[in-house]
């Protein structure tokens, strides 16, 4: 919003969607909200509609739904893995796929959000690791087979984000190990920043990434971890 764009807030939980819009932007001018599920190309598409009918058409999309299941290599089900890749990764083509049809051939960008774990990998998350690293893989590959009608794709790799998501893994993790769920999660943070990454960081890179500015940036999984992955 700061950036002067109207923005489209789509969540599974509509009244969520809702309550961030009203965040945005109390007057409900620029934004909207819809609900939609990103297993679901028809409800992703619906949204793109409704995004446009309202707001005109659509020159910037994030991919940013995700989950994460902590669940030991060893232990971890066919239909929890499958759970993953359904939504950290089909889910990514699906919006990807509905951009690139509300775009029209006017050409656009995309973000996905992938993670540091895609890059890194973490214990108990080995589904979730090889769903960020599809992810990353998956953007280079947009963005070579789009760039010809001028649709740039890039991905971000977070790390150590205040985020309910964040909060959950320091949650179970102290289910787990009997040690305070607050002081897990007040440790995982970068050694270099010394302080968690907080949401509205990432959405300055995100942003930057969706405006004509980066339009040399094409195909990267960018780091905005604090410095804690090398490469």
């Known amino acids: 919003m700061a950036a002067g764009a109207a923005v489209a807030v789509v969540d599974l939980d509509g009244r969520s969607a809702e309550e961030t819009a009203r965040r945005l932007d109390p007057s409900g001018r620029r934004t909207l909200a819809a609900a939609a599920d990103v297993s ?42 499958r759970r993953e890749f359904e939504i950290n990764v089909a889910g990514v083509m699906n919006g990807a796929q509905a951009a690139y049809r509300a775009f029209a051939g006017r050409g656009g960008a995309i973000v996905n959000i992938a993670s540091n774990a895609g890059k890194v990998g973490f214990p108990n998350m080995a589904a979730y690791n090889a769903t960020k690293a599809a992810v990353i893989n998956l953007t280079r590959s947009l963005a070579r087979e789009w760039a010809a009608e001028r649709i740039n794709v890039n991905a971000v790799c977070p790390g150590s984000v205040a985020t309910p998501m964040l909060r959950g893994v320091a949650d179970r993790l102290a289910a787990e190990t009997g040690r305070s769920s607050d002081a897990l999660f007040a440790g995982m943070v970068p050694a270099q920043l010394g302080r968690h990454i907080q949401p509205i960081e990432v959405g300055r890179v995100v942003v930057f990434l969706l405006t004509g500015a980066a339009e040399i940036i094409r195909g990267q999984a960018i780091n905005i971890d604090g410095g804690e992955t090398p490469y």
């Open 40 to 81: 679901n190309p028809a409800s992703l598409a619906q949204a793109a509609e409704l995004a446009e009918a309202r707001l005109g058409p659509l020159s910037g999309w994030v991919n940013n739904a995700g989950i994460v299941q902590m669940i030991a290599a060893k232990d971890i089900s066919p239909e929890a893995w």
